[in-house]
């Protein structure tokens, strides 16, 4: 019978040179499985289904556990429902994903798929994206139940099969499922964000970010329509010339710096001790996407023929929206940076930035996370929330929860930041076994956590 208390109950993470053995060789497995997305509509889905028999056999403790159910959803996403001992708790969900960016051979020092561990580095694409986390849940899980432990907090392991095109098919699936059945989650964990290390060169010591927001976007079509003629006779003017004209200015005039202002203000806050400000963290392209709204100008298209003025040009503008911005600011902002009449939008696609999750001492998901990451890496001695620059597919599951963590416990540092859908991205095999404690621990701390009592003059 459990005191309530529950520490008694704990299970050290420590795990035996087979189990050692076995999890990196699952890993590589997974790696060596082509699970790519080109688009929503070209997927790999016969390596997708493949990956769902090899789940099934690497961790078979999970798919016979009587208190677990595990579904199929969208043909290629799972889910599992754990269900725990105690139905007064509320349930929380593990998030990751399976398919992965694309990754020609071209560049890398190993084969992309083929999950080579080489000088203490499991290499291949998706070991940092996101492969990493949806085995390390897994192995964490096989491992506990192998414990015999019982979870008393119930929780779910949605794991999406089309992150990286948007997850319509996965992860939104799984969301309305789940509000069907009337889910409500005390908190989601999903990838984002990581313990990082030498990004800003004044900030010695490395820091973890758990991301309480996340970027929002917009993909937006420029055109200039203007008459077609001879070349021979030019106008002053041509489409391609009024475009370009109008991009450059958007290029010169970057949105403003929102260091300060949103889910970094409190960032700011705890490295308040440290010397950067905010016009350190403009000089470096990757610290730049944190404090601001980006553009990025994606596709140019204009001109029919050599000696044919043209009769319209097009430019897609690919925006990454800072979470202390709305779609409409930007938008309105863009427009007074254009200022010419003859260029015209279209809003392809748009969503705001998503709501700030609670990081105070009552937010038990972020407390969680605090809690594990102090035990598990005690030399991290900065806990900040932050942003997520990219976009996960925690997205779709506002519906379900106000609490949403995007958090990888791994060490980032810049050039791992530039392999994640770049080239020799990699992880060493001591960092994913910390990833499989940490979530060993974390399923663990969520059972047993205290809510901190509160002092006896806020009573
Ligand atoms: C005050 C802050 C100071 C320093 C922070 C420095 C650098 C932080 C830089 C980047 C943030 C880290 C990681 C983002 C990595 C990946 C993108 C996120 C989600 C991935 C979604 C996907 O593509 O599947
Ligand atoms: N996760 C990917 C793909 C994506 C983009 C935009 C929206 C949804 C998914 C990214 O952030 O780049
Ligand atoms: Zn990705
Ligand atoms: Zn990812």
């Known amino acids: 019978m459990s005191t309530g208390k529950g520490r008694e109950r704990h299970i050290p993470s420590q795990f035996n040179q087979g189990e050692r053995f076995a999890m990196k060789e699952a890993l590589k497995g997974a790696i060596q499985i082509p699970t790519v997305s080109f688009s929503p509509d070209d997927i790999n889905t016969t390596a997708l289904a493949e990956f769902g028999e090899f789940i099934r056999t690497v961790f078979p403790t999970i798919f016979k556990t009587r208190f677990i159910q595990h579904e199929v959803i969208g043909e290629y996403s799972h889910l599992f429902t754990v269900q725990g001992s105690d139905p007064s708790l509320q349930p929380y969900m593990l998030m990751a994903h399976s398919d992965v960016v694309p990754a020609p051979d071209e560049g890398w020092e190993v084969p992309p798929f083929s999950g080579l561990e080489h000088d203490g580095f499991i290499h291949g694409r998706g070991t940092l994206d996101n492969k990493n986390s949806l085995m390390a849940i897994l192995q964490a899980l096989e491992l506990l139940l192998i414990r015999n432990y019982i979870p008393r907090r119930s929780f779910f392991i949605a794991l999406g099969h089309d992150e990286e095109v948007s997850g319509q098919n996965g992860a939104q699936k799984i969301s309305a499922l789940l509000q069907a059945r009337g889910v409500k989650l005390a908190f989601i964990v999903d990838e984002g964000n990581f313990i990082l290390d030498g990004f800003i060169p004044y900030l010695k010591k490395p820091f973890a970010m758990i991301a309480v927001s996340e970027k929002g976007g917009i993909n937006l079509r420029l055109q200039v329509n203007m008459t077609p003629g001879h070349s021979s006779a030019p106008p002053k003017e041509t489409s391609i010339g009024i475009l370009a004209a109008a991009i450059s200015r958007l290029e010169q005039t970057p949105l403003p710096n929102m260091f300060g202002s949103g889910p970094l ?195």
């Open 265 to 459: 203000k409190t960032t700011l806050q705890e490295l308040a001790n440290e010397s950067f400000g905010f016009r350190l963290m403009e000089r470096n392209y990757i610290t730049n996407a944190l404090v601001r709204t980006t553009m990025a100008l994606t596709m140019f298209n204009a001109g029919v023929k050599m000696n044919v003025i043209p009769p319209m040009a097009q430019a897609i503008i690919n925006l990454r929206i800072h979470p202390a911005q709305t779609v409409q600011e930007v938008g309105d902002i863009f427009k007074n940076i254009v200022a010419d009449d003859r260029v015209q939008f279209h809003v392809l696609t748009a969503f705001d930035p998503l709501p700030v999750s609670p990081s105070d001492h009552q937010a038990l998901g972020y407390q969680l996370l605090r809690q594990t990451i102090q035990s598990i890496f005690p030399e991290v001695n900065t806990i900040a929330p932050g942003i997520c620059i990219g976009n996960t597919d925690s997205r779709h599951y506002t519906n379900l929860t106000t609490s949403i963590y995007r958090f990888n416990p791994v060490y980032l540092h810049p050039q791992d930041f530039r392999s994640i859908h770049g080239i020799n991205e990699k992880i060493s095999v001591q960092a994913y076994e910390t990833q499989v404690k940490f979530i060993f621990e974390f399923i663990q701390n969520a059972d047993t956590y205290q809510e901190p009592i509160p002092h006896l003059h806020e009573l």
